[in-house]
């Protein structure tokens, strides 16, 4: 019985090294935050979220103005208005905060799903990218570098910039039969 153990131990080992060597045992690291800021892709995507935060910004601001004009309207005539008037003004407020606080929190739900929508289609469009580098670099895992639990990582295993470079240029290749077709 003894010696099938020792029999098998050594097989086990033996095993090993075998499977080892058929696999990669390289790593690289990739910042994909700097890959969202510096795309092209990533720009683009950045450049409409916040167009988009901008108009709801602006609206607000106006919506803003004409709860302060109102309420200066109420203040400035308070004591020369008819009770039932200045019941309607102060109703007329009183909607339109309960207005501007709907719509805040209405632009503030659109503006986080799009940037979600966003973000989960620059990933699908990336996946590719850093799949195929994975490949051709032999590397048996790309870790996310600062999300991923990593605390350090050298900047010899870093390979944003390339995937950045390899990304921009597969997009352009992807939109280019598009701008031929106009």
Known sequence: ???????????????????????????????VQKVLQ??????????????????????????????NALDADINSKKLSLSEDKLTDMQKQLSDKKIAMQRYAQDADR??????????????????PVIDQMGKEMGLAAIFNKFESGLVYASDAIDITDTVITRFNTALGSENAPAANKK
Request: charged share 35%.
């Open 38 to 67: 510096s795309s092209t892709a990533g720009k683009q995507a950045y450049e409409r979220l916040k167009k988009m935060q901008d108009d709801r910004i602006a609206k607000a601001k106006k919506m803003d103005e004409e709860i």
């Open 110 to 127: 659109e503006v986080s799903e799009a940037r979600d929508k966003a973000l989960l289609e620059l990933e699908n469009k990336i996946k």
């Open 1 to 31: 019985m003894k010696k099938v153990l020792i029999t098998m131990a050594v097989a086990a080992l033996a095993a090993t090294p075998m499977f080892a060597q058929g696999a990669p045992s390289r790593v690289a690291v990739i910042d």
